[in-house]
């Protein structure tokens, strides 16, 4: 009875709701009045037009429309771009800290959600035939319980229209800890760790790849190396975030 009571009032008062990225209060909304600020600041924000990474703060805005950052400059990789939905810090790395290792799966809804407003606002990204997540090896998914890829991949997929693949995209063994290595080293280390289970699914179309988040791109780079190897005709990349450059 007592709980019916509070239901009834909380249908007359509304409690005030929990904003997801950073706990504070929102009114109705999907975030809070704070936290919608950041994101449209990071959407001014200056990237890399090849991998997303972001500018870092006060560093020299070129006049030129096209910018890529000094990576994209010197070499190639096996994607056409990446994009991100805002750089990896303050509450956007907090939310995804909560979200992959806290086991805060709801967080999968409203990174998504932001992931999604950063697709439909590059072209490409939007004649994707095909969404797969970054794999975790089954070692490390029994450790985590879910693979937070995963369920961004089937948020993003759902709202964008555009069908998901849980089990084209694996990942055979465990890698190493991939903090403190350098892009070679990481490269090394991911070599031969994913694998595409059915070219044939893959062959000739589009595919973008979701993950969480962008730091040196190996992960990223790897997993479309083997997508491009198995014939597809171009990949992309779109993650929660991405780290900045210098
Ligand atoms: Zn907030
Ligand atoms: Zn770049």
Redesign the pocket.
């Given at each position: 009875m007592l709980s019916l009571w509070k239901d009834l009032l909380n249908l007359i008062y509304p409690s005030p709701v929990e904003?997801p990225?950073?706990g504070?209060t929102?009114q109705g909304k999907d975030?809070?009045d704070?936290?919608r600020s950041i994101i449209s600041g990071y959407k001014q924000e200056l990237y890399c037009e090849r991998c997303g990474r972001f500018t870092g703060k006060g560093s020299h805005i070129p006049s030129v429309s096209s910018h890529f950052c000094y990576t994209c400059r010197k070499q190639q990789w096996p994607f056409e771009l990446v994009r991100a939905a805002g750089p990896y810090e303050g509450?956007l790395k907090e939310a995804i800290h909560r979200f992959k290792y806290l086991g805060r799966r709801g967080l999968a809804c409203s990174l998504a959600g932001l992931m999604v407003e950063t697709a439909r606002a590059e072209p490409l990204l939007t004649s994707v035939d095909l969404i797969l997540p970054v794999p975790l090896s089954d070692e490390k998914l029994r450790l985590r319980g879910f693979n937070q890829a995963v369920l961004l991949a089937e948020e993003a997929g759902y709202r964008l229209q555009m069908p998901v693949n849980t089990k084209l995209l694996v990942k055979d063994f465990e890698t190493h800890p991939q903090a403190g290595l350098n892009r070679t080293a990481r490269e090394q280390n991911l070599r031969g760790a994913f694998r595409v289970t059915n070219a044939g699914a893959i062959h000739g179309k589009n595919i973008m790849i979701i993950d969480d988040v962008f730091t040196t791109g190996s992960t990223m780079s790897s997993a479309a190396l083997v997508i491009r190897s198995a014939g597809a005709k171009h990949v992309f990349g779109l993650t929660a975030a991405a780290g900045r450059y210098f």
């Open positions: 904003c990225l950073c504070g929102r975030l809070c704070n936290c509450v």
